[in-house]
């Protein structure tokens, strides 16, 4: 990728008006079995008090709940309590469903949270950029089983033109200035205690 093509794409700022927030599969049976889990549910929950805030679109996908079970509970709460704030159950490994697509069609930018990062987030990534929406990936909040395969997706998902991104400087785009009027409610939520998951 040209640097030609990718400084407009970065210099262009969030628009928090039209911004989505997309839970990818944050589900129970996943979490014994993907790296820094506590970690990424942490992130993630701050991102959605985030939507909150900002009246934002919340969406949330479970893969084959039947076996992998729902979403997992604190998380489903603050879903529940976002705009929009629905769940919808799918078997393609992509969020990018009719009912999901149809919930963001007033979206330019979409918040792309969850697991696992190699499959799901990706193909949901290139579905999106495709519908020429422009994805941010908060990568303390994305993970994935298998540390080699997150850290090769990611590269995969900058180089197709997706922005990389964390929780606190996502919440902070967001809001550009300490005049803003969320600013103390992001300062808040930015002071919140978690880990942090390597970049790459």
């Not at 039209?18 to 993630?44: H, P, Y």
């Not at 993970?143 to 997150?150: E, H, N, P, T, Y």
């Not at 990389?164 to 200035?177: C, H, P, R, Y």
Request: proline residues 4%; hydrophobic residues 45%.
């Amino acid at each position: 990728m040209s640097l030609s093509s990718i400084v407009p794409r970065l210099a262009k700022p969030i628009n928090a008006k039209r911004t989505a927030f997309l839970l990818c599969d944050v589900q129970e049976k996943f979490a014994g079995r993907i790296k820094n889990w506590d970690s990424m549910v942490k992130s993630c929950s701050v991102l959605l008090r985030t939507a909150h805030a900002f009246d934002a679109k919340v969406v949330a996908t479970e893969q084959y709940p039947k076996a992998l079970g729902a979403t997992i509970p604190d998380l489903a709460a603050l879903v529940a309590a976002g705009k929009g704030g629905k769940v919808y159950p799918k078997t393609q490994f992509s969020m990018t469903i009719p009912e999901v697509m149809e919930d963001i069609k007033d979206s330019d930018d979409i918040v792309l949270m969850g697991i696992e990062a190699h499959v799901c987030i990706l193909q949901t990534t290139r579905e999106l950029l495709a519908a020429g929406r422009r994805v941010y990936l908060p990568l303390d909040a994305v993970s994935a089983g298998d540390v080699q395969d997150r850290s090769v997706a990611v590269q995969v998902m900058r180089d197709m033109g997706a922005n990389l991104t964390t929780t606190e400087s996502l919440m902070f785009e967001m809001i550009g200035s300490k005049d803003h009027e969320l600013f103390k409610a992001m300062s808040n939520l930015a002071k919140e205690p978690r880990d942090r998951l390597p970049c790459l």
